[in-house]
């Protein structure tokens, strides 16, 4: 018989306590506890924190030095859960860590000799990810680009949507999102980084639009880099820059192609986001309507729905121009002007400014583009006079 390997540890707080370095029954026994070197348990090298804010973490640690860890981990035993993989240096250690991957760390890194663990024995792979993902998610919270491929993770190993949702306790619409988020282009994901300031942060509403756009044809790539040359043009962030030219034809497969066609609108979309300074509630919109126009011109090639007709358009246009110069803005005199903004902060008076800045070069834009497409008009029909008049 084996010899089991025991010692006394003294914790933090002055208590001592039991460690052994041999398997013992309670490993092994669901709702087991106890405690156990740190350095028994594997890491998970799946969990879906993939972002530990190194000051939470420190303060996390040097409270773990002081204290110890108050609140036992949750572990499962490695030779019964055949469907979990852990990296080849840990292949032999007893546990691996179900939730409390922070705890963990903090431990080994304040150099505990013991710390207590809850003992799950799980009868199939989907408990056991379902477990893992509930007990990450409600803990130190998870970014939303992390929750996104927990559920892709969770998805792609059988668990359905509908109990992801029960297990989660969100939303249809919180789900979609999520996973649209691992859909972004790599250099889109980039932008949100906990770590970035608000202003620079791409806000998540934003970000699930775009992620949820489809592959456009080569054709209708083309069109749309054409529409927004100017905003395009503008874009200077590495990474996140449309391609002059979509030569993907000889890339890969029709599906690599295609997801090569996707991330680039993704890129034009947010170039012009970015360009025009939208919010989200306008950035969701300006999606939404070229995604819409997209599948009307997928479903029904050469065929424009009502809402993309140019009459329609034109329509649009007029009343715009209609709204703007028959609002009672425009008889508003400069003190009129100083009342209104008179014991505003100079950030709110600016915010306008900003505002009324962004709306003047969209329609200076449009001014300029429905300029060049008057003398390009007046162009042919010169053209078509002179072969008109041409004699025989």
Known sequence: MAKTS?????????????????????????????????????PDPRQPREHMDPVELAELTESVRERGVRDPPTVTPLKLAPWVEVAPEHKDLP???????????????????????????????????????????????????EEGREIVRLRDNGVTLEKIQKS????????????????LHPAIQTLLKPTLTEKKRLSITTAGELGSVGAPSLEELEELSVLFLIEIKAAR??????QKDFGFDNIGSEEVRAELRRFELQKILLSVIKHRHLDAG???????????QLEAMQESPGKKTERFKPSKRREILANLTREVSGSTIVDWTPNEFRRIFEFSTDEEIERFRVMFHTAAGTLSDIESLLTKIREEK????????????RPA
């Not at 003294?10 to 039991?18: A, K, N």
């Not at 989660?168 to 789900?175: A, K």
């Not at 962030?237 to 449309?242: A, D, F, I, T």
């Open 6 to 42: 025991v010692k006394t540890v003294t914790l933090p707080d002055g208590r001592t306590v039991s460690v052994s370095s041999s398997p013992e029954a309670w490993w092994t026994t669901d709702n087991g506890s106890g405690y156990v070197d740190p350095n028994l348990i594997a």
């Open 95 to 145: 546990f691996i860590i179900v939730g409390g991957h922070r705890r963990r760390m903090a431990s080994l890194d304040a150099k505990l000799e013991a710390v207590p663990i809850r003992v799950v024995v799980y009868t199939c792979k989907e408990d056991y990810l379902l477990d893992a993902s509930i007990l990450n998610t409600n803990r130190a919270k998870l970014t939303p680009i």
């Open 168 to 183: 989660l306790g969100c939303s249809n619409t919180h789900i979609y999102n999520r996973i649209n988020l691992t859909r």
């Open 237 to 242: 962030e590495p990474g996140l820059v449309p």
């Open 282 to 292: 306008r950035a969701k919109e300006l999606i939404i309507e070229h995604k819409l």
């Open 378 to 389: 007046r162009k042919e029909n010169s053209t078509v006079t002179k072969l008109v008049r």
